[in-house]
């Protein structure tokens, strides 16, 4: 069972990047997928969730509007359309998967190896 996060990268201030997590191992609709992110010195927090069951879908209230996550079951991966970035933005971004769209990073069984997304001009 792998989770492989990538698209990561450098971006200035407005701009955008859709980041993916492709699943190995297991089918990825059997599972809620989250997106957590991580900055230096803060602990890691749940960005979006995905649940399995419907398709609702959760944001934390600083990308609500801005970020999309999205699943493409025939492809076996999730997405997150990040818009309008900022620099507090900045930070290790990871998936992860479990039965249910949890808000703690302890609950989650399977995690990605995190991409980092940098905003800065």
């Known amino acids: 069972v792998q989770l492989q996060a990538s698209g990561g990268g450098l971006v200035q201030p407005g701009g955008s990047l859709r980041l993916s997590c492709a699943a190995s191992g297991f089918t990825l609709d059997n599972y809620a997928i989250a997106w957590f992110r991580q900055a230096p010195g803060k602990e890691r927090e749940r960005v979006s969730c995905i649940r399995n069951s419907d398709g609702t879908t959760y944001y934390e209230d600083s990308v609500k509007g801005r970020f999309t996550i999205s699943r493409d079951n025939t492809e076996n991966t999730v997405y997150l359309q990040m818009n309008s970035l900022k620099p507090e933005d900045t930070a290790v971004y990871y998936c992860?998967?479990?039965?249910?769209?949890?808000?703690?990073?302890?609950?989650?069984?399977?995690w990605g190896q995190g991409t980092q997304v940098t905003v800065s001009s």
């Open positions: 992860a998967a479990d039965r249910a769209c949890y808000i703690g990073a302890r609950f989650y069984d399977y």
